[in-house]
């Protein structure tokens, strides 16, 4: 099975600063990796597919990048809404997802 | 608009059954792949199972392969996921989602807890 390896954890962040979460795959999964976005209490939301494709209506502070094995989600300019769990999902095997990234305020 | 309701969770004891059903709406259920995610109560997400728009193809995961069986009902707009053989550690909110990959619609979940 395919490992995604998350990291960090979680971050204490400022509205207004830069984010940057990564996830590493065990093995090579090409561009098929999305990033989901899990408010507390709701289901997961599709923010990110094919590692770097803006789902419909998704505001472009949100990015993501990366192939191979090494991938990176970024959020440009945080706001207070977007305080959540981070998943990175492969979709090249089966599909496994990364353990989140929570961000919360400092 | 589209809209995927789950039901069918509850509280089971470890060995027992339980089906899941998860009802789509507002988009032709019968032209795309369906699958079970769940998430145990505090922890991650973890894909359980998929099925292809017309049943060809089903996957599963290694955790509950063997256990459990995904199945659909074109007619009736509906997904099913039989979980049998139930364990402690099957105790999670599980999603419906559609599609093959980038799941862009999910349910709200309904909650299974496996405890004597």
């Known amino acids: 099975d395919i490992v995604m390896t998350q990291s960090p954890t979680s971050m204490s962040i400022s509205v207004g600063d830069r984010v940057t979460m990564n996830c590493k795959a065990s093995?090579?999964?090409?561009?098929?990796v999305d990033w989901y976005q899990q408010k507390t209490g709701q289901s997961p939301k599709l923010l990110i597919y094919k590692a770097s494709n803006r789902y419909t209506g998704v505001p472009d502070r949100f990015t993501g990048s990366g192939s191979g094995t090494d991938f990176t989600f970024t959020i440009s300019n945080m706001q207070a809404e977007d305080l959540a769990v981070y998943y990175c999902?492969?979709?090249?095997?089966?599909?496994?997802f990364g353990g989140g990234t929570k961000l919360e305020l400092k | 608009e589209v809209q995927l309701v789950e039901s069918g969770g509850g509280l089971v004891q470890p060995g027992r059954s339980l089906k899941l059903s998860c009802v789509a709406s507002g988009f032709t259920f019968s032209n795309y792949g369906m699958n079970w995610i769940r998430q145990a109560p505090g922890k991650g997400l973890e894909w359980v199972a998929y099925i292809s728009s017309g049943s060809s193809y089903i996957y599963y995961a290694e955790t509950v392969k063997g256990r459990f069986t995904i199945s659909r009902d074109n007619a009736k707009n509906t997904l099913y996921l039989q979980m049998t053989s139930l364990r402690s550690e099957d105790t999670a909110l599980y999603y419906c989602?559609?599609?093959?990959?980038?799941?862009?619609?999910w349910g709200q979940g309904t909650l299974v807890t496996v405890s004597s």
């Open positions: 989602a559609r599609g093959y990959s980038s799941w862009a619609y």
């Open positions: 093995q090579n999964v090409g561009s098929n």
């Open positions: 999902m492969q979709s090249n095997s089966y599909r496994t």
